[in-house]
């Protein structure tokens, strides 16, 4: 439920550990100017998902009365990047931050491009 303020790293938003799943590791969604990860901490070691901020296709929000869950789709057909729990404000930012990225890497020279 918190997020780190630094834009040129990107923001971390840290799922709530009151929802089914991040009792004792809440999944994080890092979104920086390069890619968008799911990062899930485990006793031994973490699981890490990431899309390139160029091949997202959709950032889909489902809220409820508290919590909402992100689901980001990839171009490259790969499975979606998806996390539960949360605050509806920062499925919102996320999806901001997305978008203002996604135009930012647009308007870079093809040579400046991953």
């Known amino acids: 439920m918190s997020t780190t303020p630094s834009l ?3 923001q971390t938003f840290t799922a709530s550990r009151w929802t089914r799943g ?3 590791f809440p999944t994080r969604i890092v979104v920086s100017p390069l ?3 799911r990062v899930k901490r485990r006793f031994f070691g973490n699981t890490e998902e ?3 901020i160029s091949q997202v296709a959709s950032v889909e ?4 009365i508290i919590w909402s869950e992100v689901k980001i789709e990839s ?3 790969a499975d979606p990047i998806a996390s539960h729990g949360h605050r509806k404000r920062d499925a919102i930012r996320i999806r901001e931050l997305i978008e ?3 135009a930012a890497h647009a308007n870079l020279p ?3 491009r991953r």
Do not use: E, M, Y
Request: hydrophobic content about 30%.
């Open 61 to 64: 929000i489902s809220s409820g």
């Open 110 to 112: 093809a040579s400046l």
């Open 75 to 77: 171009t490259g057909g």
């Open 35 to 37: 890619h968008v990860s």
């Open 100 to 102: 203002t990225f996604q």
């Open 22 to 24: 991040n009792h004792f």
């Open 50 to 52: 990431s899309i390139s």
């Open 8 to 10: 040129a790293t990107g």
